[in-house]
Structures are given as C-alpha cells and as structure tokens.
C-alpha cells in the first residue's frame, strides 16, 4: 500500500512497528505512568536528558544548515531559540526540584547509551540531507508526544493522583508540546515531498529512511534502560595536578 508524503511518520513506525511499542510503551514509560518508578532512575534520566538536550539543539542547528528553503531554515532557527533559550531553563529548574543543579549535571560524564545516540543522530545529519537528519530526530520530538497522550488517557487517570511525575506527564500530553510535535511531523512530510514525492514508500531511498527511523527508535529504547540502572549523581574527582 502506498503511503503519502503526509503520512510518512506513520510509514516509518509501521516499519519498526515492534521497536517503536518497545520505546513508547516501555517500563521506564508504564513505572512513570503509575508513580513507581524508583526516583534514583528518574533523576538519573533528568541528569542524562540535560547533556542529551545540548546535542539536540546542536542538531537542530545542523538542520538549518541543511535547509534548502527558508520556511524550513525557520523552524529549524526557531527550534533551537526555544530549545536553548526557553526549554533548557525550564530543564533546568525543574530539576532543581529533583535536588539537580546544573553545574553537577554539567559535570557528569555522558553515559554510553546517550553517546550512541546524540553522535547517531549528529552523524545521520552530517553524511546525509535534512530529511536524514529530520527523521533521526523524529522519535525523540514525536515519540515524547505520543507517550504523552498515552499517559493522558482515561484508563491511566489513577497513577496521576499524588504522583511525583504528574508534571513531567502533563508537560508532555498538554497542548503546547502535541502542538510542536504536530508541527515536527507536518515539517517531515514537507520535506520529503519535496525531495522524494509523494509516495516515500516508493522511493528508492526508503530503506535508508527506514533503517535510520528503526535506528534511533531502538536507541531511545537504549536510552530509557540506561535510565533503568542509575549510576551515582556525585561529579567526577577532580584531576590531580
């Protein structure tokens, strides 16, 4: 069946239908969801997430780079205004809330699964276009969104009352972030009708799109285990002089 340029999200998680469920519907994702998730491995992903959102904005700004158009030069700039001058201060200080600061979270090592896939979706972008770079970045902007919704519905309304993670769900489910993920998914399919056409699925550059998508959706799975283990929050020793 052919899917339109439109609807090219949903072709690529049909793709990897088995490790797209593994990522949204993950246990780090269902512990959140119903408040028992051990707080050690929230704060260790909320450490971890600050240095992965400083390679995110350094591949939103490789995408206007990439750009060809200047509607898509835009979004790209504007993406890494909010990222640098909005999201990360609100990342920030939630998780001061958490006992983070952000010269301790500065000073942590990245862990290995955060390095796999901040230098994946930088290299997917630097060897190959924006449509490359746009769909290595698409779990992460889109995924988010979806796990949002899912923890948003009715059947899951009891793990919100009292839970300690109920401002992080609602960030995520709540209107303002559907709509910059709507806005992601409606720039992919802009993007590849103007480089593949409408039928994606039909291009000879789909297996690479596919294989890309499935790459950083089974990374963010990685992502979400490396969660799952916390290491120490403490900063790494000095050197010695």
Not at 50 to 64: E, V
Not at 162 to 174: A, T, V
Request: net charge negative.
């Amino acid at each position: 069946m052919t899917i339109a340029a439109a609807d090219i999200f949903s072709a690529l998680k049909a793709s990897c239908a088995a490790d797209w469920d593994a990522y949204v519907h993950h246990r780090f994702v269902r512990d959140m969801a119903a408040g028992t998730l051990p707080e050690e491995a929230f704060r260790w992903y909320l450490a971890q997430d600050y240095l992965f959102l400083i390679h995110f904005s350094r591949a939103w700004a490789l995408a206007a780079v990439k750009a060809e158009r200047l509607d898509e030069m835009r979004h790209a700039v504007a993406t890494v205004n909010a990222l640098i001058g909005h999201e990360m201060q609100l990342h920030v200080e939630y998780c001061a809330g958490w006992g983070l600061d952000e010269d301790t979270m500065a000073a942590l090592p990245e862990a290995a699964a955060n390095i796999a896939y901040t230098r994946y979706v930088l290299d997917r972008g630097h060897s190959g276009d924006l449509l490359d770079l746009l769909v290595a970045l698409a779990p992460c902007v889109i995924g988010y969104a979806e796990i949002g919704a899912w923890m948003a519905r009715p059947e899951h309304a009891a793990g919100w009352q009292g839970n300690p993670y109920r401002p992080w769900m609602e960030m995520y489910s709540g209107a303002e972030y559907q709509q910059v993920a709507a806005d992601v998914q409606a720039l992919i399919a802009r993007v590849a009708a103007r480089r593949i056409g409408a039928d994606p699925q039909g291009s000879g550059r789909w297996p690479s799109l596919a294989a890309t998508f499935a790459a950083a959706t089974r990374l963010e799975v990685g992502f979400w285990e490396m969660a799952c283990h916390p290491e120490p929050l403490s900063p790494p020793p000095a050197a010695a002089t």
